[in-house]
């Protein structure tokens, strides 16, 4: 860990656990509870970044790409991508996202939407002004 004052040290302590745990309740309220929660990953992937060839989508989701070939298979399995051929290399494939996926993703992103506005309603308006300015932080970290 990089040379941190004891007081930082505990802040980051504070923010990983916290940030573990609302991600860990969001997970919970996913719409269909077959899915991994990596193959959930990769349609999330796929719905901010567009197609992707399997190694592609391999290197976004950390995952070694015979992995991510079981994970394709799978949702393709479940409709939810389908694999188009490369518009310029004949050797690869694209993997898209389904219109079944489409409605999946949007009825869980509700879901989650709804479960954390009812929990932020409980907060004051300074809490919220708060959350509101740490957002753009938060979503540089998970980029970094």
Known sequence: MPDLSEEDRAAVRSVRASV??????????????????????????????GPATPGELAR??????????RIIANL??????????????RRQVVVTKTEEADTMLEASRR????????????????EWELLVRAAPVLERLADL
């Open 60 to 69: 976004k989701e950390h995952v070694q790409p015979p992995s991510m070939t």
């Open 76 to 89: 393709e399995a479940k409709s939810l991508v389908r694999r188009e051929p490369h518009p310029e290399d």
């Open 20 to 49: 573990m745990r609302l991600s860990r309740r969001l997970r919970n309220q996913r719409i269909d509870t077959a899915l991994s929660t990596t193959e959930s990953s990769v349609l999330g992937t796929l719905a901010r970044c």
């Open 111 to 126: 879901k989650r939407d709804e479960w954390l506005a009812v929990r932020v309603e409980q907060l004051t308006d300074e």
